[in-house]
């Protein structure tokens, strides 16, 4: 029993001086940084996410966010055996931000189901990718996406109708439904009938696969390939898998027979797309030469992450800025007024040149943003020893996170009432005085959301048409300070199901 104790604790006690001494100069800057909390010896702050629920993780973060900014900008905390840093300082963000591209070690465990796309590439393969992704979202093609966009706001206009003296009832399904369809037509070329039928393949299997990988997240434990393969819910996440790449390859498939189709009827046409046409990522890529290097697999896995980048981020952002809306009327009211103001009583469409000219809108926009970023961290791998603007080093082979949550909660940029709900606050004579990194939910620097335009074209337009059509009604807030809860499920997601009713304005 003594020879086994002894084994037990001398050699992980041995391997850590071993490693301590190995990497001296590592722990020599990671010392000189505050630790969170509740850090402790060998396992860091992994017991917190023992048994975790998304919103037990939720919670984590953002404590760890007030700590970073209560020591000035930044806090270290350890999983197991990886010490971490969370930033809030602006200047450091800034700095981080610009100078490190690659994406830290918990992206890894994405490649099970997205392989090394854009999202989650090292830094090589995603300068490719990049590169093949940004001419669909220049303005030109926002431009060409714009009906679609339209046509799939009107359709969830016509999905709200049917709540019209109907009560409560859950609205993120319609709103996911309603960005799922936009990022099917626009990414995939296919127009998929997922705002009427909310069982639609890969809405449920996406939402299961980011359940799944985001619990694991947490469990180092789990990390392994070969532990996570022996877990209960590895056989539904295997299933929710197999689904999805079934479903892409057979989109890849049909789309590539098409076009050869088209191309035997024109022969002499050179490109297979045309100027009226409005070409689809997939229909971009198979459009070039031998795919410009995308195999079918690393093709589909680079469409699901698109869908996980595109749909989900805009629907949690579309569903708590919806949220706020209901809790304060007063906001609410202002807001309709701005858009009746330009649009009366009529029934015409939204047009491109209408939402820049809605101020009113974009504060508001803005202001549900920085309380409820979908994205309230970032993580980048920190290769090389670097030196912070507020003077503190990094250690090289670190991973660093950018707390968009902290940021945007930082009193010395947002002032003492930064918790407050205030779209004044983005008042363009006020607003433009801050550091650009003060605001980020869209990130920052190269590696920024390429979909920025993309999922703000698709948030106004549906405000803009729902409000147009519709009072939205839930139990209004009695504090300026909202509290609407989230979880973490890879994204920061409303945590109960929101729960809205519609009362028709005309
Ligand atoms: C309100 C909506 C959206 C928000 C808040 C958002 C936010 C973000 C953030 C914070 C990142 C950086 C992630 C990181 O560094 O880990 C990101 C990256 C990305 N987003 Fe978005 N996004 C939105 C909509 C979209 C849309 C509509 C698309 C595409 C259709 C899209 C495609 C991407 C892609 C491909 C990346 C990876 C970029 C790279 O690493 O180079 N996003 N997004």
Redesign the pocket.
């Known amino acids: 029993m003594i020879i086994f104790l002894l084994i037990v604790i001398a050699i992980p006690t041995l391997l850590l001086i071993l490693n301590r001494i190995k990497n001296r100069r590592f722990y020599e800057l990671a010392n000189k940084i505050p630790a969170a909390k509740g850090n402790l010896p060998l396992i860091g702050i992994a017991h917190k996410f023992i048994g975790s629920t998304g919103k037990n993780a939720y919670k984590v973060i953002t404590s760890l966010s007030h700590q970073s900014l209560e020591n000035g900008g930044i806090v270290k905390f350890c999983m197991g055996p990886n010490v971490n840093f969370v930033l809030t300082n602006v200047e450091d963000v800034d700095f981080l931000l610009k100078s490190q591209l690659g994406?830290t070690s918990e992206?890894v465990l994405l490649e099970d189901f997205i392989g090394k796309?854009?999202?989650?590439?090292p830094v090589p393969i995603?300068k490719r990718?990049?590169k093949i992704?940004i001419p669909?979202?220049t303005s030109k093609m926002m431009e060409n996406y714009f009906p679609i966009f339209v046509a799939k706001s009107k359709k969830l206009v016509d999905v709200l109708e049917k709540h019209v003296g109907g009560g409560e009832f859950e609205l993120f399904p319609h709103i996911s439904a309603y960005?799922l369809a936009?990022?099917c037509e626009?990414?995939y070329g296919l127009t998929v009938n997922c705002q009427e039928d909310s069982s639609y393949p890969v809405l449920v299997q996406v939402e299961t696969l980011m359940e799944i990988a985001s619990e694991r997240l947490f469990m180092v434990w789990q990390h392994p390939d070969w532990i996570f393969k022996l877990t209960p819910h590895y056989s539904k996440y295997y299933n929710a898998r197999q689904v999805l790449y079934e479903f892409m390859l057979k989109v890849i498939n049909d789309k590539r027979d098409e076009m050869r189709a088209k191309r035997r009827e024109n022969p002499n046409k050179e490109t297979e797309i045309s100027e009226s046409e409005i070409p689809s990522f997939l229909e971009l890529v198979l459009s070039l030469e031998g795919n410009d290097g995308y195999t079918d697999m690393e093709l589909m896995q680079e469409l699901i992450?698109?869908t996980l980048?595109?749909?989900d981020?805009?629907a949690?952002?579309?569903s708590f800025l919806f949220e706020l809306l209901s809790k304060y009327p007063d906001v609410q009211e202002k807001l309709y007024q701005e858009i009746h103001d330009m649009f009366g009583d009529s029934d015409r469409t939204v047009e491109k040149e209408d939402i820049p000219k809605l101020q009113y809108l974009d504060m508001v926009f803005k202001e549900s943003?920085r309380l409820y970023?979908?994205?309230s961290v970032?993580?980048?791998r920190v290769e090389q020893e670097i030196k912070l603007p507020s003077g503190v080093t990094l250690p090289a082979n670190c991973d660093a996170f950018v707390s968009?949550y902290g940021v945007h909660r930082d009193p010395q940029v947002w002032g003492p009432d930064a918790e407050v709900f205030d779209p004044d606050r983005f008042l363009p004579g006020r607003y433009k005085s801050l550091h650009p990194c003060s605001f980020?939910?869209?990130?920052y620097g190269?590696?920024?959301?390429?979909?920025?335009h993309?999922?703000?074209m698709?948030?106004k337009i549906a405000v803009i048409d729902v409000l147009r059509k519709f009072k939205i009604v839930g139990t209004p807030s009695e504090s300026r300070i909202p509290k609407l809860e989230a979880k973490f499920d890879i994204l920061a997601k409303p945590l109960h199901a929101v729960r809205i009713s519609v009362e028709r304005r005309k």
Request: charged fraction near 10%.
């Open positions: 994406k992206y796309s854009t999202l989650n590439a995603w990718h990049r992704l669909n979202f960005e936009i990022v626009t990414s992450a698109l980048a595109g749909t981020t805009s949690i952002s579309l943003l970023s979908a994205a970032i993580g980048r968009i980020l939910p869209f990130s190269q590696r920024n959301c390429p979909g920025f993309f999922g703000t698709t948030l």
